[in-house]
């Protein structure tokens, strides 16, 4: 029984941070069709809601309590797991990664593999390189863009890749197995909405980075 009800207040958590998302999500994707002042005064308010909820005597911050510490340690542990399993094709992550995306959508850029792969420019083109060295992925120009570059799988790489791809089948199935359907859909959109709710803090750091400059 401790387990069941282990899921179910987990399942509440789910529920009223999706809610809180949403409505975060809303009021930004209002205020920025405004303009910019009206969405830093969004964020501002949110602030403020925060900062009363603690005067009134709500729970301060705790690590083990937040989102984004939950959140990191769900893709920490399913990515070490995971890891174990492509050590046989001597694969990091952000390889396997950059090989599944290729066999979803072949003729990519090395940008789009960058942002598929959370990479800068330099350190994807590095990885890239090592595949190509390994014949798992090959480049060659694009004819209708002289100075763009086209990456795809070789036929080896293509191999590997559809293994992968099975056994991350297998770990998706696992990792969402206390869930239905419904469920896992409305998760993928909340985290997707959490993703984007990170612009609020990377324009905060821009600005931050210019008043400092």
């Not at 529920?15 to 501002?44: C, E, W, Y």
């Not at 990191?72 to 396997?96: E, H, K, S, V």
């Amino acid at each position: 029984m401790t387990g069941g009800v282990g899921f179910i207040s987990w399942r509440a958590q789910i529920s009223a941070t999706g809610s809180l998302v949403q409505r975060i999500a809303r009021d930004k994707s209002a205020a920025m069709a405004v303009n910019r002042p009206a969405f830093q005064k969004t964020s501002h308010a949110h602030l403020a809601i925060l900062l009363s909820c603690r005067k009134r005597g709500a729970p301060m911050y705790r690590l083990s309590d937040s989102l984004p510490y939950r959140l990191n340690r769900l893709g920490t542990r399913l990515g070490l797991l995971f890891i174990q399993r492509i050590a046989d094709f001597g694969l990091t992550l952000p390889m396997y990664q950059a090989m599944v995306s290729l066999a979803e959508r072949p003729d990519q850029r090395l940008n789009d593999l960058a942002a598929t792969t959370s990479m800068s420019l330099p350190t994807a083109s590095r990885m890239i390189g090592t595949l190509v060295e390994r014949n798992l992925v090959s480049r060659e120009r694009d004819p209708d863009h002289e100075r763009a570059v086209r990456i795809n799988l070789t036929a080896e790489g293509q191999q590997i890749a559809q293994n992968l791809l099975q056994r991350a089948e297998h770990y998706a199935e696992v990792a969402s197995s206390l869930l239905d359907p419904a469920e896992v859909e409305q998760l993928k959109t909340w985290l997707d909405r959490i993703y984007t709710s990170l612009d609020i803090l990377e324009g905060e750091l821009r600005t931050s980075k210019r008043n400092i400059a």
